[in-house]
């Protein structure tokens, strides 16, 4: 099977499982495992914020950062399109008791006019002050659109003028770092607090970071035991982690331009309605309307290719470092092929 489902289905590669094994380890909940330290620290400074924290998940560390900038009752404001608010089981309202205000713009990228009509007016007491804006780079429903970097430094700017916290859904930013050419350090002085998944594009099996000031992140800590995401041993999959950092960030540039040749080809066949525009390694597509994607997407699976239904017409196929020049051979053959 050539899984393009998403580029979460990879798998530690030799380097990275040698890395792990080597990894000496030391109880994280009582802060003495020596590679989740360091990859803490390292990752926090590479981006210009002061620290770090381990986290299972991208959701997980989302959450723990909109509850740790926020006091309810209050709004956040995000994009109609966000995975803070589309894919997390509605944990915005759950854990923080925040209010989503929702912006709609091309590609899931807020723009400032956008977000200076969605702010609520604070002398209105109506209102649910808006407390968070939460921007995703790149953005996962907008088909891996990127930011353009003074787009979030407006955007940080207006946040910052009207009080509020600016936070970023980095699941992919890695992706979107090689995609523009900005600096990590240019990212990391637009926001408050990053999130960052090692286990999408980058190829780690487990864990995100969560970035932000020491004091931020000294309460994100106690946040984490809260949710239940205290580790114990886990220098094995921090090496994971580095490691994915340290050699499987530039190779991201590959899954690029593999995404760009399957739309390139996706885009020519009957079966397309749409192609959304590729700027990283997500092909979204939108299939004519007379088809039934869950069909299409059997006759896919009969012929060995994964990928998954995206709402309507949509589908989505996710390149990442497990696809080699074989499999997209064959991926390309199978699509020509329907
Ligand atoms: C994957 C993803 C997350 C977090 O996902 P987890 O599966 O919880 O690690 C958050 N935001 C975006 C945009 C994502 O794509």
Request: charged share 20%; glycine share 8%; aromatic share 6%.
């Amino acid at each position: 099977m050539i899984d393009f489902r998403s580029d979460t289905v990879t798998r530690p590669s030799q380097g990275m499982l040698a890395a792990m094994q080597k990894a000496p380890l030391g109880d994280d909940v009582f802060g003495e495992d020596p590679l989740t330290n360091a990859l803490e620290r390292e990752t926090a400074q590479r981006f210009g914020l002061e620290a770090g924290l381990f986290c299972p998940s991208g959701t997980m560390a989302n959450q723990i950062a909109i509850k740790n900038h926020s006091s309810a009752p209050g709004s956040l404001i995000c994009d109609q399109r966000s995975h803070v608010y589309l894919y997390e089981v509605g944990g915005i309202s759950f854990h923080s008791g925040l209010s989503p205000i929702l912006t709609q713009d091309e590609a899931g990228l807020m723009q400032p006019s956008s977000l200076l009509a969605a702010l609520p007016n604070p002398h209105d007491l109506h209102k649910a002050n808006a407390q968070i804006l939460v921007l995703e780079n790149t953005c996962n429903k907008g088909g891996g659109s990127c930011y353009e970097l003074d787009q979030m430094q407006a955007l940080s700017q207006l946040a910052r003028e009207n009080n509020l916290a600016v936070h970023l859904d980095g699941a992919r930013l890695a992706n979107a770092i090689v995609a523009k050419g900005y600096s990590e350090k240019e990212v990391g002085a637009c926001f408050d607090s990053i999130s960052i998944c090692l286990s999408k594009g980058l190829g780690a099996p487990i864990g995100s970071l969560l970035l932000g000031s020491a004091d931020f992140i000294r309460s994100a800590r106690r946040l984490r035991k809260l949710f239940g995401g205290g580790m114990r041993q886990t220098g094995q999959l921090a090496a994971a982690g580095q490691y994915a950092l340290d050699q499987q960030w530039d190779r991201l540039a590959e899954d690029h331009e593999k995404a760009a040749e399957l739309g390139q080809l996706i885009a020519q066949q009957a079966y397309c309605e749409e192609l959304a525009p590729i700027q990283t390694n997500i092909v979204l597509f939108r299939l004519k309307e007379e088809l039934s994607p869950q069909a299409f997407l059997d006759q896919l699976a009969a012929k060995g290719l994964l990928a998954v239904p995206f709402g309507g017409q949509w589908i989505r196929l996710v390149t990442h470092l497990d696809i080699s020049a074989a499999d997209m051979q064959q991926a390309k053959q199978i699509l020509r092929s329907i």
